[in-house]
């Protein structure tokens, strides 16, 4: 990889960053405005369960930024883009899907496929 491209990935990782950070202090805010009074119980489910599935959406992006920093961590260290499990560089069209991501998509695929196997 040359050090143009983790240049790129550590931007791109960045801005996901900065991204989930500004979603996640709308959401406080928005949820610190809400008091609302409802007068029907069914409106009262809902918007219970809309604000549940929003705290679950923020949960999965403080975990995705655990990953990121992680990432950040690896273009740091020079380990960014090799795989954990085999050691070969990661393909950059993967790691542009995914920069977050430790496997190639050799070593992932037959990890998922084991994972398929544990479920049967």
Do not use: H, W
């Amino acid at each position: 990889m040359q050090p143009q491209d983790y240049e790129f990935f550590r931007k791109m990782l960045l801005e996901m960053k900065n991204e989930i950070l500004a979603k996640g202090e709308s959401t406080l805010e928005d949820m610190s405005e809400d008091v609302e009074v409802y007068a029907d119980p069914a409106d009262r489910a809902t918007a219970e369960s809309d604000r549940a599935f929003t705290l679950r959406l923020r949960d999965r992006d403080l975990k995705l930024v655990k990953k990121i920093d992680e990432a950040l961590a690896r273009i740091e260290d020079g380990t960014f883009g090799i795989c954990e499990e085999c050691g070969e560089e990661i393909g950059l069209a993967r790691l542009k899907a995914r920069p977050v991501t430790t496997l190639c998509i050799q070593c992932k695929s037959k990890q998922e496929q084991e994972e398929a196997l544990l479920k049967r």
